[in-house]
């Protein structure tokens, strides 16, 4: 069964967190079905003034007060085969913080660089994404799938991570991930699904790596796709910030979360469709506490 709406959701939050971790993943329980697929342009906005340090929350972020991040996100997915999805993702992310000239003046002063400031922008990270389906089985009147999940995210510009607490608001952490994940996905006759989802993400250079996953629960009809989801990252290791070992260099932290959130689309015409959402950290560790609204337009083939 080939459900369009099903088909594009689950995946155009992604570029909300993107500058910071990837908070909910860009992968589906659904197949697109071969030579079919979907294209999203979404744009996303959020916002913190909270920050999740260790062992506790502050109210202000460091040198910034608060920070907000703008995205603009492209996202495709197109079925190679019944059971092969290909998949790629690529955010372009404005992260501005609220410092005052003269503190960002002093700062350069103070060190002797040209690198403080109060906007960073630029393309982030490229995602690459096989998407395959290992089993499937009935189950009465519903449809359990298994899919395995292998993923590739690379820097596709020079965006800066030096140390400092300037780079609060550099909009990643200039890493190559490598990813692999299960997904199990139930679906019913009457449209509700489920989907959960477990992986592991190697970083490069000196971010940790981590445990990722994802729980959705939703109804994907023939006019509307609702869902809820909630997801985590568990990282290996890593220093906390302005605790014992910690450097200045943000991408080096341990970076945990978890984030919760919603999303609906609603078809237009001949493929078209919109796409809404929104989300936030109900807790985490050295990043953040942002919530973030997403909007978008996907076509459908």
Excluded: W
């Excluded at 080939?2 to 908070?23: D, K, P, V």
Aim: charged residues 15%.
């Amino acid at each position: 069964m080939r459900n369009f709406s099903a088909l594009i959701l689950s995946t155009f939050l992604c570029g909300a967190a993107a500058s910071t971790a990837q908070a909910q993943s860009v992968v589906s329980g659904f197949m697109a079905g071969k030579g079919h697929g979907s294209v999203v342009v979404s744009g996303t906005t959020e916002r913190y003034e909270t920050v999740y340090l260790a062992p506790k929350q502050i109210d202000g972020v460091p040198i910034f007060h608060e920070v907000r991040v703008n995205s603009l996100n492209l996202y495709a997915t197109y079925g190679l085969s019944d059971k092969i999805d290909a998949i790629v993702s690529l955010p372009y992310i404005q992260s501005k913080g609220k410092a005052a000239g003269t503190v960002i003046n002093d700062l350069d002063a103070l060190y002797s660089t040209a690198g403080y400031t109060n906007v960073r922008r630029g393309m982030q990270d490229l995602t690459g994404i096989l998407k395959f389906k290992a089993y499937s089985r009935e189950i009465g009147s519903s449809i359990l799938d298994l899919l395995g999940v292998v993923s590739l995210s690379t820097p596709i510009s020079d965006y800066q991570t030096k140390t400092g607490y300037g780079y609060i608001i550099a909009i990643g952490n200039h890493a190559t991930k490598y990813t692999a994940a299960g997904v199990a996905h139930l679906k019913t006759s009457s449209g509700v699904f489920a989907t959960g989802q477990v992986g592991y993400s190697l970083r490069t250079g000196q971010v940790p790596n981590a445990l990722v996953g994802e729980a959705k629960l939703g109804y994907a009809g023939p006019k509307t796709y609702l869902e809820g989801f909630a997801s985590f990252q568990e990282s290996n290791g890593g220093t906390d910030i302005s605790e014992e070992g910690f450097n200045g260099f943000f991408p080096a932290t341990r970076v945990n979360f978890v984030r919760v959130g919603a999303s609906i689309y609603r078809p237009l015409a001949q493929g078209f469709g919109v796409v809404l959402g929104a989300s936030t950290y109900v807790a985490g560790r050295n990043l953040g506490k942002s919530t973030g609204y997403s909007a978008g337009v996907s076509y459908n083939f």
